[in-house]
């Protein structure tokens, strides 16, 4: 069974850092391309970042180039999110989700989605 654990939510103020993990099981961690999407309230899910460890690639929205940094750990099957020099707009619903093939921003192309972790970035 694919399980996508997320965790490291939280209040944060503008201007500070949060780290994200998505833990993954169930499934040949180097096949797969990890992404992280966020839904902020009243919005569609877009995507934030994604890699694949097989590729060597990745994927940054451009409103988070230059602030959040995406890295793998294959030995723990986790993905990292740092994100650096928070905003307001930041403030979203944090997911991670997975698909068996190369890197995508499209949400409709990820098979098996975490829970979720809010992050809150207050002003």
């Known amino acids: 069974e694919v399980q996508l654990v997320e965790s490291g939510g939280g209040l944060v103020q503008a201007g500070g850092s949060l780290r994200l993990s998505c833990a993954a099981s169930?499934?040949?961690?180097?096949?797969?391309?990890i992404g992280w999407f966020r839904q902020a309230p009243g919005k569609e899910r877009e995507g934030v970042s994604c890699i694949s460890s097989r590729a060597g690639g990745g994927y940054y929205a451009d409103s988070v180039k230059g602030r959040f940094t995406i890295s793998s750990d294959n030995v723990k099957n986790t993905v990292y999110l740092q994100m650096n020099s928070l905003k307001p707009e930041d403030t979203a619903v944090y997911y991670c989700?997975?698909?068996?093939?190369?890197?995508?921003?499209?949400?409709?192309?990820?098979?098996?989605w975490g829970q979720g972790t809010q992050v809150t970035v207050s002003s």
């Open positions: 169930g499934f040949t961690f180097d096949d797969f391309t």
């Open positions: 989700a997975a698909r068996e093939g190369p890197t995508s921003d499209y949400v409709g192309r990820y098979d098996y």
